[in-house]
């Protein structure tokens, strides 16, 4: 079993969107261990998505992941990280396979909706970002 980060961005809380995404989450057979809702700062936002501080979106990524607040929550399964990009689709909703949340739900390659950790190693990093060792008792 395995462990991933999931978070709900802006623009999809800003749409009512929480239900939807977990709904699909627990149909999928993952159990969501821990669950929060809250706004990122500037500089908490800019260490979440150090790894693109060179790339040209950086800036307007952090103003979006920042503009309202999102959920962020830890899935657990088996296969917990592929499972969950599963069920999001490609970061571009336009290239996201039919029945995914971003090919469903999502506005542009921005604003996709949702976040799933890419790897066992990012998963490892972005879990404690959010949660304490007491909050992961779930
Ligand atoms: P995350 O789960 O959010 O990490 O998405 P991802 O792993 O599918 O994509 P990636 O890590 O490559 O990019 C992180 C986030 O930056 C994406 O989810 C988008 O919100 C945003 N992003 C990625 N590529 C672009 C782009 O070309 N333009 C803009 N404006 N935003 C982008
Ligand atoms: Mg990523």
Redo the contacts with the bound molecule.
């Keep these: 079993t395995e462990r991933t980060l999931c978070?709900i961005?802006p623009d999809g809380v800003e749409r009512n969107l929480i239900g939807n995404v977990l709904t699909r989450i627990e149909s999928a057979g993952l159990r969501i261990v821990a669950l929060r809702k809250l706004r990122l700062t500037k500089a908490q936002a800019e260490g979440f998505?150090a790894?693109?501080k060179e790339?040209p979106?950086f800036q307007?990524?952090v103003d979006?992941m920042t503009s309202g607040p999102i959920v962020a929550a830890v899935l657990e399964g088996e296969n917990a990280i592929a499972v969950w990009r599963g069920l999001?689709g490609?970061?571009?909703p336009a290239n996201a396979d039919a029945g995914t949340i971003r090919k469903d739900l999502a506005l542009?390659?921005?604003?996709?909706t949702?976040?799933?950790?890419?790897a066992s190693e990012t998963a490892a990093q972005e879990i404690p970002y959010f949660f304490n060792a007491m909050e992961l008792q779930g």
């Design positions: 978070m961005k998505y790894v693109h790339r979106f307007s990524l979006y999001m490609a970061t571009n542009d390659v921005e604003r996709n949702v976040h799933g950790s890419d």
